[in-house]
DNA sequence: ATATATTTTCAGAAAGTATTGAAAGTTCAA
DNA sequence: TTGAACTTTCAATACTTTCTGAAAATATAT
């Protein structure tokens, strides 16, 4: 009887890991990396890396790099138990948290490079025979930089924004 | 002279359609798929098949592929020329309906199946030895779930919203 | 210092994705 | 119908990304 009722939990936990792995491989995010974070997003406690190759039957390479990873983006953090010499790891659980932290990183590393791109492209100079096309082609580059900055403007006030502050916003507006 | 200008022309196509590739690839979307987006972005006509086969240097089943699923995600459509047996592609060139359109098409194939499964997993019954855990994790489900719903009703106001609205509501709070 | 525990690295292997190209399928004008 | 023009499919292949595991590096206790 304990034991189906341990079980049940162990294979929600399963299915929830899998699941999330899938949403972060369509979303760019490797997946043993986004498996890792919901794994430890579902652990009460801390794990040490060898829990988590033994939890996703990974090797130690692949569990070591993921980590390294996941506390490069801010969402997984070092946790030492006192007296003990091994390193134990714990995720932020906070959505909010999750979310705010992954698109700031995003915004980093993304944004700055589109429109260094964007600006670099948009200069391109008429000639005699095809002042149109250059024309037209700049349109374009121009209506995405604006909506680039504008997305970009967005994303980083939500980023500061408080998330009470943020949601209530929006249902004032929908209502 | 001429020659010069054509180049830089071509040559700013080029430098947008690799970036415009790399963009997509880190946001899960096939390079290919991207690029050939950008390409139809950036051309004033619409182009067939065999030109887009041309300016991409890839082949004909892969120029298909792509075309197909472009246009399965509302991002490109058919173009027939009066007399022309052959079929021609044009993209949406307007960045908020661009945006749009992806939200509209991720939201249809993520949100259900996610939804679906923190559903399924939040049902997890407390055995007598695990209460504490099992609500642990209930409650982790919970905040992604309420987080998911939050995040949904936004996406779906966001995605009827006029752009005008939607920006300026947006300027409105910041101001 | 030395031994031991733990973490990191990285070349090669495996797995996963994208691409090719030729054959099959479709459409349409004559 | 026929066949030329064009589109779609798909097995084989190429390419990219991820993973492994053992060796090297690092940290800690004695």
Redesign the pocket.
Known sequence: MLYVCAVELKEAKEKFIQAWGTLG?NWGI????AQLHALLMVSPEPL???EIMEEL????????????ALIDWGLVSKVHKPG????YFSAEKDMWKVFKQVAKERRKREVEPIFKVLGEVGQVKPGKHNKEEVKEFQEVIKGIQSFASKTDRTLEMIIKADENWFLSSFIKLVK
């Open positions: 491989s490797n997946r043993t990396m040490s890396t060898d039957n990974i090797s130690r390479g692949n569990a070591n790099m993921n980590i390294r003990e010499r091994m390193e």
